[in-house]
């Protein structure tokens, strides 16, 4: 029988992020650039993942488009297929020797995300979704916990290119300290949600987030019966603006909204 189709290109994904991920892993030498100010940072090994990336994708999926973070212009999402890559998901942490970064590659296909996949070199931890398939965590299923907020960990981050969400951040994160169990601030947004999407936290929340950083993310927590939504309860945005995203358990992101 013929292989069903998310199933093979979620092979493809799996190859080529492994691939890819070696040079994480054996990266030395590592200097960083800034981008927009000195939060904003990118190095080489950034930009060779992606190309990486990009040339086994495209050799797997001819025709396929791509809509990366280190691209100077990304291709539209209305495309037929696109993937939608963060080459490297936690840079500061890579800069400074923090291990705990990923690629994050998700597969969109008429204008819906249909497999998203985040791959943490560190641990060796693959977490993966299809649309309507679930979600697993190197081939095990995975589920949000359905813990409400006071019996949660929360993880955040702090939109760190954006100073002007910083005193909305640090307000939103004391209430939930205050409502929850305790605080991360891990330092890569992709990973936080599989973090919730496993049930390690109950609720993630950054306010401002780009599409390539959630885009995989937030499939895996849907399919892991989470909730992905932005903070004021909006639909996460699909066409590659920014916007906020809160995730967590049906139960602790109720709680968020009923702060
Ligand atoms: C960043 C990380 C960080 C988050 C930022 C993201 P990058 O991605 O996910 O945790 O706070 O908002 O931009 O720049 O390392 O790919
Ligand atoms: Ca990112
Ligand atoms: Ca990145």
């Known amino acids: 029988m013929k292989e069903n189709h998310l199933l093979q290109i979620r092979r493809i994904m799996e190859s080529a992020v492994r691939e890819a991920a070696e040079l994480i892993l054996q990266a030395h030498g590592i200097l960083a650039e800034t981008k927009t100010g000195k939060r904003d940072v990118v190095t080489e090994y950034d930009r060779r993942v992606q190309e990486t990336l990009i040339a086994l994708l495209s050799d797997a999926v001819p025709g ?7 691209m100077d212009e990304q291709d539209r999402l209305d495309e037929k297929q696109v993937f939608i890559i963060d080459p490297i998901d936690g840079t500061m942490n890579f800069v400074h020797g923090l ?8 597969y969109m296909e008429e204008g819906e995300v249909r497999v998203g996949m985040i791959y943490n070199p560190y641990t060796d931890e693959l977490f993966s979704a299809i649309a309507g398939g679930g979600a697993e965590c190197n081939g095990k299923a995975i589920h949000v916990t359905d813990t409400g907020l006071a019996d949660s960990i929360v993880c955040f ?11 909305r951040t640090f307000s939103l994160a004391r209430k939930l300290f205050d409502a929850g ?15 919730v999407a496993a049930g390690r936290a109950g609720l993630f929340f950054e306010l401002q987030l780009s599409f390539w950083d959630y885009a ?44």
């Not at 396929?64 to 280190?70: G, I, K, L, N, S």
């Not at 305790?182 to 973090?195: I, Q, V």
Request: with cysteine; proline share 6%.
């Open 64 to 70: 396929a488009h791509f809509f990366c973070e280190e």
């Open 99 to 106: 291990k705990h970064s990923c690629i994050s590659v998700a």
């Open 157 to 167: 981050g702090t939109a760190p290119y954006q100073p002007a969400l910083t005193d």
């Open 181 to 195: 169990l305790d605080l991360r601030r891990e330092g890569a947004a992709a990973l936080d949600l599989c973090t």
């Open 216 to 259: 995989a993310g937030q499939l895996i927590v849907k399919e892991a019966g989470g909730v992905c939504t932005s903070p004021d309860g909006v639909p996460l945005s699909q066409d590659g603006s920014k916007c906020g995203v809160v995730a967590g358990s049906p139960a602790a992101v109720k709680d968020y909204f009923s702060l």
